[in-house]
Nanobody, 119 residues
Framework: QVQLVESGGGLVEPGGSLRLSCAAS????????MGWYRQAPGKQRESVAT???????NYAESVKGRFTISRDNAKNTWYLVMNSLKPEDTAVYYC?????????????WGQGTQVTVSS
């Protein structure tokens, strides 16, 4: 069974940093695109950052220059380094990935990790 397990959330003061990790486990063939999304209370889930199998990245305008997504293919793990955090970054952060054999790729989601930016 495929699972995505996140870690690294928590409480941080404005201007601080956090690193989120997401590890994929199980039998799934290949990992294609990976990403991070977030959902704040009362708001829709939004894309934060994505990275393709080729390493191309894309960021939401609100996090450009502050957040960095990266991946470690050998560990089936990807990361989101968040710097200069703002209160408006407070949300539940979810990782996702397109996994599977090439003829049956599916999107999987992690369970979510809370990030709270507050003094």
């Amino acid at each position: 069974q495929v699972q995505l397990v996140e870690s690294g959330g928590g409480l941080v003061e404005p201007g601080g940093s956090l690193r989120l990790s997401c590890a994929a486990s199980g039998s799934f063939g290949g990992i294609y695109a990976m990403g991070w999304y977030r959902q704040a209370p009362g708001k829709q889930r939004e894309s934060v950052a994505t990275i393709t199998s080729g390493g191309s990245t894309n960021y939401a305008e609100s996090v450009k220059g502050r957040f960095t997504i990266s991946r470690d293919n050998a560990k089936n793990t990807w990361y989101l380094v968040m710097n200069s955090l703002k209160p408006e970054d407070t949300a539940v952060y979810y990782c996702n990935a397109d996994l599977g054999p090439w003829w049956s790729v599916r999107t999987y989601w992690g369970q979510g990790t809370q990030v709270t930016v507050s003094s």
